[in-house]
């Protein structure tokens, strides 16, 4: 069965550093997004990219944040500078289409100390 | 602003005790209503889709059903092995395909 697969499973950083968390979305899917749940509360919304840009960010998604599929195939997240805030799950997810069922990644543990 | 509030936050059921989550919305045009279960330290599983009022999805003790402002996920004679926490999600017309998530009814299941 086809699956979402994300790398790493746990990330522990300094505050300050530059982290990129990886995602490998399922190879027909066309619409890509990073959801983050900060422990014991809501996942939310952070960023969706369909067609190599940009289509809807939250107010989370700063300037400090960027997505790119940088070779058709990974989906990634980078932030720039992370802060102790950042700490949370952070899950990538695929659908086909716009209104139909996103499928999720195991999820990247990020702590930042 | 598009909201889903879901209820109880937790529940404790024996093995064998039916009962029902409940997951209501507020949003602005509604494009589908999406039922996740959760286990700890995991991704969110997908579960059910449902994108009209009236419709019913089953898939072996649960149940999902869709009115124009709730939602419930019916399970019969759980399991153990049904514990998990269950998230509901809605996509509405006012975006492009993101989901907004409730806060996840957290179930356990004794035998």
């Known amino acids: 069965e086809p699956e979402v697969t994300q790398t790493p499973s746990h990330q522990v950083t300094q505050m300050g550093q530059e982290v990129i968390l990886r995602c490998v979305p399922i190879?027909?899917?066309?619409?890509f997004y990073w959801y983050r749940q900060i422990l014991g509360q809501k996942v939310e919304f952070l960023v969706s990219?369909?067609?190599?840009?940009?289509?809807?960010k939250s107010e989370i998604f700063d300037d400090q944040f960027s997505v790119e599929r940088p070779d058709g195939s990974n989906f990634t997240l980078k932030i720039r500078s992370t802060k102790l805030e950042d700490s949370a799950m952070y899950f990538c997810?695929?659908?086909?289409?716009?209104?139909?069922?996103?499928?999720f990644g195991q999820g990247t543990r990020l702590t930042v100390v | 602003e598009d909201q889903v509030t879901q209820s109880p936050e937790a529940l404790r059921l024996q093995e064998g005790e039916s009962s029902s989550l409940n997951c209501s919305y507020t949003?602005?045009?509604?494009?589908?209503l999406f039922w996740y279960r959760q286990d700890p330290g995991k991704g969110p599983e997908f579960l059910f889709t449902?994108?009209?009022a009236g419709e019913e999805k089953e898939k072996e003790r649960l149940k999902a059903t869709l009115t124009k402002k709730e939602s419930f996920l019916h399970i019969t004679a759980p399991k153990p092995e049904d514990s998990a926490t269950y998230l509901c999600?809605?996509?509405?017309?006012?975006?492009?395909?993101?989901?907004?998530f409730g806060q996840g009814t957290t179930l356990q299941v004794k035998p």
């Open positions: 997810a695929t659908t086909w289409g716009q209104n139909t069922e996103a499928f």
């Open positions: 449902l994108y009209s």
């Open positions: 949003v602005s045009g509604l494009r589908g």
């Open positions: 990219f369909y067609n190599n840009e940009i289509s809807e």
């Open positions: 190879s027909n899917h066309l619409y």
């Open positions: 999600a809605v996509v509405s017309s006012s975006n492009t395909g993101k989901l907004i």
